[in-house]
């Protein structure tokens, strides 16, 4: 079984940062690209960030210049630096893993989510 959870969120006023963080754990051989998401009320779940296993990221175009993705792979854990934050990045944030678990088998889990919220 595989877990990811997520741990960081909480409320903010705007212009403000925050750094959000998932550790994926359990039954794990090798965690490759992990990404952040976003759900704000109302709205589609949409991409914040990812990052593969060497590292490289993409962002999506809001988010670019304010947001920084990184991931150390000892410890299974991707993080979200989140600075300049604006109301409009008020949503629940979650975190996505593609693992390969010890059933050899490879697919993509979630973590519950975190709520961040941004004060104006």
């Known amino acids: 079984q595989v877990q990811l959870v997520e741990s960081g969120g909480g409320l903010v006023q705007a212009g403000g940062s925050l750094n959000i963080s998932c550790a994926a754990s359990?039954?794990?051989?090798?965690?490759?690209?992990m990404g952040w998401y976003r759900q704000a009320p109302g709205k589609q779940r949409e991409l914040v960030a990812t990052?593969?296993?060497?590292?490289?990221?993409n962002y999506a175009e809001s988010v670019t210049s304010r947001f920084t993705i990184s991931r150390d792979n000892a410890k299974n854990t991707v993080y979200l630096q989140m600075n300049s934050l604006k109301p409009e990045d008020t949503a629940v944030y979650y975190c996505?893993?593609?693992?390969?678990?010890?059933?050899?088998?490879?697919?993509?889990?979630w973590g519950q989510g975190t709520q961040v919220t941004v004060s104006s």
């Open positions: 359990g039954s794990i051989l090798r965690v490759d690209t």
């Open positions: 990052i593969a296993r060497g590292g490289m990221t």
């Open positions: 996505k893993g593609v693992i390969l678990n010890r059933r050899g088998l490879t697919a993509e889990y």
